[in-house]
């Protein structure tokens, strides 16, 4: 698993930090909060959906409306 910030909080009990980030999944789903804090918002069109892909390492999302890409 990749260093990061996530994993090197300061402050964080390791009970809290297995409850908050123990599995791939829960780390995802927080990187992406992180990243999207109000969810997918299209910078094309404003739309707020998206379709989630994966290439390779790379992630990103089509626009559920005007069919943008971004990562
Ligand atoms: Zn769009």
Redesign the pocket.
Known sequence: MAINGIQFQKGLSLPAFLRDYGTEEQCEALFIKARLPDGFI?P????GAAYEFKRRELRYWQ?G????QTS
């Open positions: 299209c094309c069109c404003g739309h626009c409306a005007c069919r943008h």
